[in-house]
């Protein structure tokens, strides 16, 4: 299991050209590079991680697209990649939780 920098797609064009516009404290509101749709991303809860957490990728910048894990409330989420496959869940590195990305509040531009 290696760990990546979170990526989100545009949930109404599908690109990957999201920026983070806003600070954890605030709130959550990313917008689309492309079609400047609007949309939050919020986390469940999936499972555990067992074991280590391994070696951590870089901090990511701060526009870099992020969420909140459904536990903690950290924002030190990363994608988790399987034999090279990205798996489709994140792992919080501050409290191991699993989760599962859903994408909230989603305003088409
Ligand atoms: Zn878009
Ligand atoms: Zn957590």
Redesign the pocket.
């Known amino acids: 299991m290696t760990l990546a920098p979170l990526s989100i797609l545009c949930p109404q064009c599908g690109s990957s050209d999201v920026v983070y516009s806003c600070k954890p404290d605030c709130c959550f509101n990313h917008v689309c590079s492309k079609c400047y749709t609007t949309f939050e991303p919020v986390t469940t809860k999936v499972g555990e991680l067992k074991g280590d957490v391994g070696p951590m990728p870089p901090d990511a910048d701060p526009t870099a697209p992020t969420a909140a894990?459904a536990?903690?409330?950290?924002t030190k989420l990363f994608a988790v990649v399987e034999a090279g496959t990205p798996s489709g869940r994140l792992l919080?590195v501050?409290?191991?939780?699993l989760l599962a990305l859903e994408l909230s509040e989603v305003s088409p531009g």
């Open positions: 894990c536990r903690c409330g950290e919080c501050s409290c191991k939780a």
